[in-house]
């Protein structure tokens, strides 16, 4: 393992503009683990588990509580990593494997080709609407007034025009998933990663948001990986994996387990 390895993405017009070709068979996943492991203490999290995704998918990721869903996500995104095996991100002219990155490295991955949104929005109370967006930006070190220029665009693609300065405690639930939804999209990030996006909200608001999620991801040739227990999630997605004890017990895209993946560990 190489810890040194740096990461340097792709420019965000790039990423897009070769989304649409990333998802013939013919290119390499935009995502691909292999035989990835990850325990705590007795329980095992992952057990040898092997994954392909392709870019401008929406993938849904279910399974009871504790079978090792949230784990594969955060491997996947490299805010863990695993005891064993490997995570390649491939973007157009360039392949990464995401373990083998420093953690600063890491952490940059994280800000600037990955986006982000958590079940409870994870939003700076003490900022605005704006600020919570454009803070994406400016921690990658665009200027504030660019930033803001930038975040003002998204939340009014949102829905959210004219309530830029309201604060956290001034928005419904539902509003403050679209900022962080925003948030997550205003770097240019190819993926997207939610982890129960929806689990805070009622069902009405719920089906509100995950079409705001899946319009500005999957519609702009994205790829969104999403966490849920709520099966109408799940259905609104394009593939549902099902996980149990740390491995894929099911795969919508049928066959594909079965097909070599088993191989490398889902057995």
Not at 127 to 152: C, D, S
Request: aromatic residues 2%.
């Amino acid at each position: 393992m190489n810890e040194n390895r740096d990461f340097t993405p792709a420019p965000a017009s790039t990423r897009a503009s070769a989304a649409g070709l990333l998802r013939h068979p013919s290119h390499p996943p935009v995502l691909s683990a292999r035989n990835l492991t990850k325990t705590y203490g007795p329980t095992t999290a992952l057990a040898g588990l092997s994954l392909d995704i392709r870019a401008g998918e929406s993938v849904a990721i279910m399974g009871a509580s504790g079978s090792g869903k949230t784990t594969l996500l955060h491997v996947l995104a490299g805010i863990i990593a695993p005891d064993s095996g490997q995570v390649h991100l491939n973007l157009p002219g360039q392949s990464v494997q995401v373990e083998a990155l420093a953690e600063s490295a890491r952490s940059r991955l994280r800000r600037e080709a990955f986006g982000f949104v958590f079940q409870q929005g994870l939003l700076i109370p003490e900022l605005n609407a704006l600020e919570n967006v454009a803070v994406a930006l400016m921690l990658n070190g665009a200027p504030r007034p660019a930033a803001e220029q930038a975040a003002a665009g998204w939340l009014q693609a949102l829905g959210l025009g004219g309530m830029e300065q309201r604060r956290l405690g001034e928005l419904s639930g539902g509003q403050a998933q679209r900022v962080a939804i925003a948030r997550a999209q205003v770097t240019g990030a190819g993926v997207i990663f939610a982890d129960e996006p929806t689990g805070a909200l009622d069902s009405a608001t719920s089906a509100d948001v995950m079409q705001v999620l899946l319009e500005s991801t999957i519609g702009a040739g994205k790829t969104l990986i999403v966490v849920t227990h709520d099966d109408g999630v799940a259905a609104s997605c394009g593939r549902v994996l099902t996980m149990r004890d740390g491995r894929l017990t099911g795969d919508s895209a049928g066959g594909v387990i079965a097909a070599g993946l088993a191989r490398g560990g889902n057995q």
